[in-house]
């Protein structure tokens, strides 16, 4: 789901939540870079809850959540590009 597309429609009438559960299957690097775009892209004003969007299954390692975690700490209110 293309949430940067849905956040520019909705023009801050709504918050979005989501979007990483495919982050989630690839690495801990990978993951990190991928929060951190997903938080410059959609989290700029507010609006953006970063979570998995759906439930997290067993296919996903505990620490692929730990560095969403991470990188959701590392990059998240504080950030600017």
Not at 23 to 43: A, D, F, R, S, Y
Not at 59 to 68: G, L
Request: aromatic residues 6%; charged residues 20%.
């Amino acid at each position: 789901m293309d949430l940067e597309r849905f956040k520019d429609v909705l023009n801050g009438e709504a918050c979005l939540f989501g979007n990483a559960i495919n982050t989630l299957t690839t690495n801990p690097g990978e993951i990190e870079e991928k929060v951190k775009q997903m938080i410059l892209k959609i989290g700029h004003g507010g609006g953006f809850v970063l979570g998995s969007g759906s439930p997290i299954t067993n296919s996903v390692q505990p620490e692929n959540v730990d560095a969403m975690i991470a990188a959701a700490r590392k990059y998240g209110r504080s950030y600017s590009a």
